[in-house]
C-alpha cells in the first residue's frame, strides 16, 4: 500500500459514509486514481477474508434478498451495445443475513440469472452451519431449486410481495405492495417468522453507505470490478466495525465471530494477507481508472 494507514482509514471511512470518489478525494488530499487503486485493493482483501472467515456459523433464521444496481449502463443500453451480460448492465446484489444478530453471513453480485442464484446460495450454504433452521426469501422462482439442493434438511419459506396493477407503477419503483403471501417450500416453516424486512432494510444501509448506488446521479459504477470491491468492502465495515444501531455492537462480535469493534485500521491489517488476483484487462480499458 503506497500511503500509510492512518490515510487509507481516513479514505475508507470517507466511502464508507456515502462519499463519491472524487469527493472523498477532495477530503482526504489523495488523487482519484489513488482512492480506486485503495478501495479495489482492500474492497477485494476484504471479499476473500468474509468467505474465508465467515464459515460454519450457527443461525436460527436466515433471510436471503437481492438489491438492484448497474454497471457502466442500465440493460437497456447493454444490450443494445451488446457489451457482456456478466460484467456489464443491471446488477444484483444478493444478500443472506441472520436476523437475530443481523451478520450479512453471505452476498454475491451478479445478473439475476439461475447461475448467479447458484453462487449466492452456494456461499450462503458455505456460510451457515447445517443445522435445522429457517430461511426466508423473496418469490424468485430459482430459489425453490437452489434452496432445496443447498438447504435441504432446512424448513424454506417464502415471503411473495403482491403489487398493483402495472399501470400504477412509476419508473424508478414499483408500485404499491397490496398484499404479502407467505407460502411453505419445505419442511415446517414458521409463518410468524417468515419475514425479509431485517435485508430489506440492510439494503437501505447499502444505498446509504456507497455513492454508487444513489439513484439519479452520474456516481455509478463503470467497472464491475470497482463494483464488487466497494461491496467487500461494505459488508465488511458493516460486520466489523461500524455497530448497529438494534444491537449497540457489531454483528460480529454478536454472532461470536469476534470480540471486540474493530477500527478500520484493524480491519486494513487483519486482512493484509488476502492479497486479489490480478485485474484480467478487457476491450473497455479505455476507462483506464474510472469509478
Known amino acids: 500500500m503506497r500511503i500509510g494507514t492512518d490515510k487509507a482509514s ?27 487503486r485503495l478501495m479495489l485493493l482492500v474492497g477485494e482483501r476484504c471479499r476473500r477474508f468474509m468467505e474465508d472467515s465467515i464459515v460454519n456459523v450457527p443461525v436460527a433464521d436466515v433471510q436471503a434478498d437481492e438489491l438492484w444496481s448497474f454497471v457502466y449502463c442500465k440493460e437497456k443500453t447493454r444490450k443494445r451495445l451488446s457489451l457482456p451480460l456478466a460484467t456489464y448492465g443491471d446488477m444484483y446484489c444478493f444478500v443472506g443475513m441472520e436476523r437475530h444478530n443481523k451478520l450479512a453471513l453471505a452476498w454475491h453480485l451478479g445478473n439475476r440469472e ?19 433452521f429457517q430461511i426466508t426469501t423473496d418469490g424468485w422462482r430459482n430459489y425453490k431449486p437452489l434452496i432445496g439442493a443447498h438447504f435441504a434438511g432446512c424448513d424454506f419459506g417464502m415471503l411473495i410481495k403482491i403489487f398493483n396493477a402495472a399501470g400504477d407503477t412509476t419508473r424508478y419503483s414499483p408500485g404499491t405492495i397490496i398484499e404479502f403471501k407467505k407460502k411453505s417450500v419445505q419442511g415446517t416453516p414458521d409463518e410468524d417468522r417468515m419475514c425479509t424486512s431485517h435485508v430489506e432494510r440492510g439494503n437501505l444501509t447499502i444505498r446509504m453507505g456507497m455513492r454508487r ?7 455509478f459504477s ?27 455492537t457489531t454483528p460480529a462480535v454478536a454472532a461470536g465471530l469476534t470480540d471486540k469493534k474493530w477500527s478500520v485500521a484493524d480491519l486494513i491489517e487483519r486482512t493484509r494477507d488476502y492479497s486479489p488476483p490480478p485485474v484480467q484487462k478487457n476491450f473497455l480499458d479505455f476507462l483506464g481508472d474510472a469509478e
Do not use: M
Open 114 to 132: 439461475l447461475e448467479s442464484g447458484r453462487q449466492f446460495v452456494a456461499k450462503l450454504a458455505h456460510a451457515c452451519w447445517k443445522k435445522n
Open 222 to 248: 463503470k467497472k464491475f470490478e470497482n463494483h464488487q470491491a466497494a461491496l467487500g468492502l461494505h459488508f465488511a465495515l458493516y460486520n466489523y466495525v461500524t455497530p448497529h444501531g438494534t444491537l449497540r
Open 10 to 36: 481516513a479514505i475508507i471511512r470517507c466511502l464508507a459514509e456515502g462519499c463519491g470518489v472524487r469527493g472523498t478525494a477532495r477530503l482526504t488530499d489523495v488523487s482519484k486514481r489513488e482512492v480506486c
Open 213 to 219: 448506488f444513489t439513484r439519479l446521479t452520474n456516481g
